[in-house]
């Protein structure tokens, strides 16, 4: 097994990765068995560690249950944000009213302890969903509803579910909100509308008045609504 940088690679600018390599006649072939670039077993105990180390940080990762061996393969251009959803029962749940999704169902079923999380490569935002492409097909993850990564591309809310949002009450004080990137699917929980409007590069006073008067803001590229 060689271990070895490459740099000013496609999708990373100094990316490693493990690999056996075979030589043949000026030609080579690639033979590996696949090791994640981090792993936390139970990843409720590690939760203070998979915080800390994947902030700043965009890539792709894999939840395993460790009682079942079934997979769900995701990509996140934020991924501390990513899994701090993760982690909240209570985002996982609300979120479960308004869409479905067999990954928070399971986390929720089992419980985070019952789950690995595997870092399976860190990238640059522009490659996420190419990478992610890649390791569904290789791992062909059962929790994931869809086989082909960003298959949301202009993906649209239906006219139930925005009423959903609508529904919510925007909280006079805390105004903690919900942001989901209407490309890739992606969903991430904010304390306030100004991180939001920061994460999203939008002006805050136009997302705090869409809020105010329609319980929404709606854009091509985000959606965002209150959190219950």
């Known amino acids: 097994m060689i271990l070895y940088n490459i740099k000013n690679n496609k999708y990373n600018k100094n990316i490693s990765l493990n690999t056996n390599i075979l030589f043949v006649h000026k030609q080579y072939i690639r033979f590996f068995t696949f090791r994640s670039h981090i792993v936390y077993n139970n990843s409720w105990l590690n939760k203070p560690n998979v915080l800390k180390e994947n902030k700043n940080k965009?890539?792709?990762?894999?939840?395993?249950?460790?009682?079942n061996k079934k997979s769900y393969v995701g990509s996140s251009t934020n991924l501390y944000f990513r899994?701090?959803?993760?982690?909240?029962?209570t985002y996982l749940?609300?979120?479960?009213?308004?869409?479905?999704?067999?990954?928070?169902?399971?986390?929720?079923?089992?419980?985070?302890?019952?789950?690995?999380?595997?870092?399976?490569?860190?990238?640059d935002k522009e490659f996420v969903i190419d990478r992610e492409q890649y390791y569904i097909d290789l791992f062909k993850?059962?929790?994931?509803l869809l086989n082909k990564a960003g298959s949301s591309l202009g993906f649209?809310?239906?006219?139930?579910?925005?009423?959903?949002?609508?529904?919510?009450?925007?909280?006079?004080?805390?105004?903690?909100?919900?942001?989901?990137?209407?490309?890739?699917g992606e969903t991430m929980?904010?304390?306030?509308?100004?991180?939001?409007s920061l994460f999203i590069g939008k002006d805050r006073s136009y997302i705090a008045k869409c809020l105010k008067k329609h319980k929404l803001y709606e854009s091509k590229e985000f959606t965002i609504y209150p959190k219950e």
């Open 156 to 184: 649209k809310h239906s006219s139930e579910t925005l009423l959903k949002f609508k529904d919510r009450k925007l909280s006079s004080q805390a105004h903690n909100v919900v942001v989901t990137n209407n490309y890739t």
């Open 83 to 89: 899994f701090v959803n993760y982690y909240s029962k």
């Open 141 to 144: 993850p059962e929790y994931n």
């Open 58 to 67: 965009s890539g792709v990762y894999r939840w395993v249950n460790k009682i």
């Open 93 to 123: 749940n609300n979120e479960l009213k308004v869409m479905n999704s067999h990954i928070y169902r399971a986390l929720l079923y089992y419980g985070h302890n019952y789950f690995d999380l595997e870092i399976l490569e860190y990238c």
């Open 189 to 196: 929980q904010f304390l306030s509308i100004r991180k939001a």
